[in-house]
Every structure is written in structure tokens, then in C-alpha cells.
């Protein structure tokens, strides 16, 4: 097989680069290990920056999204019984879109079905070659055969796990990590959401967080140790604990059911540098991981695309390098800014097990300072409404 760009992974990053590649006329194919059900059935992110909305518009695939996607002007920050709201749309004139990313990646497959888009699944990138050299050559399987993909260049959107970043030579690359001592157990629920707006609560106890999908479906988080188990949570121990970390009259209102899905996940800041070596280029979480709490993950993905799909346009399409050059400290840039941002909330918000009497006070400085100052309040809002590109 060969094409003009082989895309690894077809995760959200993967299939929004390769509906923009074919809308300014370049050719791709897509690789995904998993099959289409298993890459639906992942629940995770659920809000949308204002750019990433504008940017699946531009795709062509936001008429769904526009219909059935909440658009929240607020979020609400509690600590015990306090309890904050903070206008995002008064302080920076937009506000988030709540959407999941299961949706936004069925969209995107519709999308690639209906303009005959090469997406192949259960097909795992088993090496990549030739990204110092004039073309990539991309190994993998695919119903029980070994087969390869030829192509001029390589978009690495294979996630954390995937092999594209470390195809790039460990002389070559410098990563930077911090792991959280917790995670959060997740539970799904077809249930009415807690608040109109989304809830970050901090407690002794942990961190929780109340989110929703729509009108009728409910996501919310706690913080957990990482030595916790998911056999050891039943439902009913779930929202107990839930309870006792939102404020009493949300507690007392608040609707529980049977879950749909619960899953624990890690937490976890990562920055891999460049995000560019020869012809292979990096985007979304195979370069760069958040702690949830913010919700940056996918709109960072969702920026990578935008700079690398415009990089590529000006490559096929105007016979220029330059953005294709720069795409790594230009999409790094964005990427270290939303890095900081979702550190500093998960600073603020979580129980961190080894920290002391000054740390708490400067957590719960950290809260007042927000209270009072609409400066703060504003600068908090314009990094969750999302930075510009
Ligand atoms: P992925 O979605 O990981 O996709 C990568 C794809 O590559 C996968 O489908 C994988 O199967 C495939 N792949 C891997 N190896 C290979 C291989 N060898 N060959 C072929 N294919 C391969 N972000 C937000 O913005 N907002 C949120 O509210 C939010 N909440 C989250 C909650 C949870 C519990 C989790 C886990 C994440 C959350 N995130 C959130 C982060 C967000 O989900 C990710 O940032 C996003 O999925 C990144 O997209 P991606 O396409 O880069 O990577
Ligand atoms: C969700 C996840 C987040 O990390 C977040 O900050 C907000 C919402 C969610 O899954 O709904």
C-alpha cells in the first residue's frame, strides 16, 4: 500500500487529521490496532474547548455535535460545603461544549465512511522505517499477515503507548514526566446530572468531580489510592463516597443508578521533545499527557491536528516546509502552557497522601484567591475555555 501520509493510531487525533488531510485534497490511511467497537466503547473525555468545536466544524463534523452538545457557560469549583461559580463566559466571552469523545470519534468514522476514507482496523504498526531518510516505510499486521505502508511522511497519533514516539532515537528526544500518587475511578450512569454545570470539588478525603454527557447521563470521578481495585468498589460504596465529597444539598439531591461503565485511570503529566524527527511527526497523547482534571487531553490533540493538518497543506498544497519545520515548537508551545494549567488544577484540587500542614494552607489559599480575586477567576477561565492557537 502506499499514500502521501500514513496516520498510526485512529483515535481521536488520528481520524481528525486524516478528515482534514482529505478536505484539502491529501491522501492518508489510518492504522488502528483495535477494533471499531473497542475504540467506542473507551469512555473518557467529555468537554470540548471552543476551538476544538470550530476545528470538528470545520471538519465537517460537527452537525451532530451541534445538536446534541450542551454548551456550559460556568463551572462550578466546591471545597466541602463552599461552594464557587465561575462565569467562563462573562470573563472570556466563550464558554465549553459538552460532548463526549465517544461521540466525536463515531462522527469522525461516519465521516471517513461517507467520503470513502482508508481506516484499518485490527491492523497494529509493528515497526516504521526510513524517517531520516526521502520516505517511510510503516510495518504492520493485518488479518493475520505482515504487510507494509509506504508513504512520504508519518503522523505518530498512536497514543501514550503506541510505538511512533519511540521510533524517534533516544539521542534525539528528552521527556519529562510527573506521576501522581492516585488516580480516578470513573463511573458512568444513565442518570439526570448532579448540577446544571460541572462540578471540581476538593475535600480531605479526595478530590471528586461531578460531569454529565446530557440531560440523562451522568460521568463523575473520585480520586483514588493507586493501590485501589475496581472489584473492591460496588456501585453502592461509589456513590457514598461521592457523597461525602460534594457539597450536603448536592449529596442530597443527587440521583444515583447502576453503572454503565466504571474504570480507574492513572494520573499522569508527560511532555516528549520534538515532536518532530525527519518525516514523522507526533500529535496528541503519543507526545504529551495531562491529568484529567481540566479536561485538556483531547483539546490538545485537537491542537496538534490543527497545526500539523495546516503543515501539511502548505507542504502538498503551496510547495512550502516552513510550517512543517515548525510544527514542533509551535504545537510545544500550546502543549507546555495546557501542561501547566492541568498540573496547577490537580495541585489545587487532590489530596496528595505525602503532603503537609503548609501545602493544605496553600491549597485552600490557592481556593480564596479565587474567591476573591475576578483577576484570578479570569485567568482560570480563559486557560479552560482554552488558550488560543
Ligand atoms: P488515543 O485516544 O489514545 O488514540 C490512540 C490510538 O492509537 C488508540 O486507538 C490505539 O488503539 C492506537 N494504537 C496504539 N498503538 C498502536 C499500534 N501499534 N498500531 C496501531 N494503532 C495503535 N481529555 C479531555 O480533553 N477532556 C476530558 O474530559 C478527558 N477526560 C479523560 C478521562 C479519562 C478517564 C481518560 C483516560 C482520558 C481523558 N482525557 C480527556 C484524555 C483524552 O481521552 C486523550 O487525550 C485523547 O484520547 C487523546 O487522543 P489520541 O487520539 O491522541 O490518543
Ligand atoms: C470530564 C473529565 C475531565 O477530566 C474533566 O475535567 C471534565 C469532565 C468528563 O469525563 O466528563
Known amino acids: 500500500m502506499k499514500t502521501q501520509v500514513a496516520i498510526i493510531g485512529g ?33 473518557r473525555a467529555g468537554v470540548l474547548e471552543q476551538g476544538t468545536v470550530d476545528l470538528l466544524r470545520a471538519a465537517e463534523v460537527g452537525a451532530r455535535m451541534d445538536r446534541q452538545g450542551e454548551i456550559h457557560d460556568g463551572v462550578e469549583i466546591s ?10 463566559k462573562d470573563l ?11 461521540e466525536v470519534t463515531q462522527d469522525l468514522y461516519t465521516a471517513r465512511d461517507a467520503r470513502g476514507g482508508t481506516v484499518l482496523h485490527e491492523a497494529e504498526v509493528t515497526g516504521i522505517e526510513g524517517i531520516e531518510g526521502d520516505g517511510v516505510t510503516v510495518h504492520f499486521t493485518h488479518e493475520g499477515e505482515a504487510k507494509t505502508l ?30 501522581y500518587p ?30 454529565m454527557r446530557s440531560p440523562t447521563l451522568s460521568r463523575y470521578y473520585v480520586q483514588v489510592s493507586l493501590s485501589e481495585k475496581l472489584e473492591d468498589w460496588p456501585a453502592e460504596r461509589f456513590w457514598d463516597e461521592l457523597r461525602t465529597r460534594i457539597p450536603a444539598d448536592v449529596a442530597e439531591t443527587l440521583v444515583t443508578g447502576e453503572p454503565l461503565e466504571m474504570s480507574i485511570a492513572p494520573l499522569r503529566s508527560f511532555v516528549s521533545e520534538p515532536m518532530r524527527h ?10 504529551h499527557i495531562v491529568p484529567p482534571t481540566g479536561a485538556k487531553g483531547l483539546n490538545l490533540a485537537a491542537s496538534d491536528v490543527y497545526y500539523l493538518h495546516r503543515a501539511f497543506d502548505r507542504f502538498y498544497n503551496h510547495g512550502t516546509s516552513e510550517g512543517l519545520d515548525a510544527y514542533s515548537e509551535t504545537a510545544l508551545s500550546r502543549v507546555w502552557k495546557c501542561e501547566r494549567f492541568s498540573w496547577w488544577m490537580t495541585s489545587m484540587l487532590h489530596d ?16 480564596e484567591y479565587l474567591q476573591m480575586s475576578e483577576t484570578a477567576r479570569k485567568s482560570f477561565a480563559e486557560n479552560y475555555v482554552g488558550l488560543p492557537y
Open 11 to 43: 483515535g481521536p487525533a488520528g481520524l481528525l487529521l486524516s478528515q482534514l488531510l482529505d478536505l484539502h485534497g491529501i491522501e492518508s490511511v489510518v492504522l488502528e490496532r483495535r477494533s471499531r467497537d473497542y475504540v467506542l466503547s473507551r469512555i
Open 182 to 211: 492516585f488516580g480516578w475511578l470513573g463511573l458512568l450512569s444513565e442518570t439526570p446530572p448532579a448540577a446544571p454545570e460541572l462540578i471540581y470539588a476538593a475535600h480531605d478525603r479526595g478530590f471528586a468531580l461531578c460531569s
Open 150 to 179: 509506504t508513504a512520504d511522511f508519518v503522523a505518530g497519533c498512536d497514543g501514550f503507548h503506541g510505538p511512533s514516539r519511540k521510533a524517534i532515537p533516544e539521542s534525539h528526544r528528552q521527556e519529562f514526566e510527573r506521576a
Open 278 to 287: 525527519g518525516r514523522l511527526f507526533l500529535a496528541g497523547d503519543s507526545a
Open 92 to 102: 472570556t466571552g466563550r464558554g465549553v461544549m459538552v460532548y463526549g469523545q465517544t
Open 79 to 88: 471545597w466541602h460545603d463552599e461552594r464557587l461559580n465561575i462565569d467562563i
Open 352 to 367: 496528595f497522601p505525602e503532603t503537609g500542614a503548609f501545602e493544605r494552607r496553600m491549597q485552600r489559599a490557592e481556593f
